[in-house]
């Protein structure tokens, strides 16, 4: 029996929105100066995205995450991408993948893919 892959489903019908990952390195404070980021080129990717309901927002991430806030679906090869960007560009919105302090990043990694809660940043 052959699996079906929906990720591919939605690939093949064009339902998959764009994403861009904005990679950055933080240069630590100097005794003369607070410390600085630099932002390089975005990556563009490809995923499956949704926006997370009010009732998850506030009793599964304890209103901790601001209305607007994405889940997304990716390749599992774009994890590092999530985890290290410094923003996150869907559509005219900007986003960062959630930290959770107990619980680290707010990632489920399945066998092929990743899905990913992005907390939605008032830029």
Known sequence: M????IFEIFKN?????????????L????????ASETMYNPIT???????I?????????????????KQVIVEKRHKSLLMNAFKIKIGDDYYS???DSQKGFAIKETSQ???????????
């Open 113 to 123: 893919y990743v899905v990913a809660v992005l907390e939605w940043k008032n830029v």
């Open 2 to 5: 052959q699996k079906i892959d």
């Open 97 to 99: 993948c959630y930290r």
């Open 45 to 51: 990717i490809k995923g499956l995205v949704s926006t």
């Open 13 to 25: 019908e064009g339902l998959l929105e764009k994403i861009e990952i904005y990679p950055g390195k």
């Open 53 to 69: 309901s009010f009732s998850s927002l506030r009793w599964k991430y304890y209103g901790n995450l601001p209305m607007g806030s």
């Open 27 to 34: 240069t630590p404070a100097t005794n003369y100066g607070s």
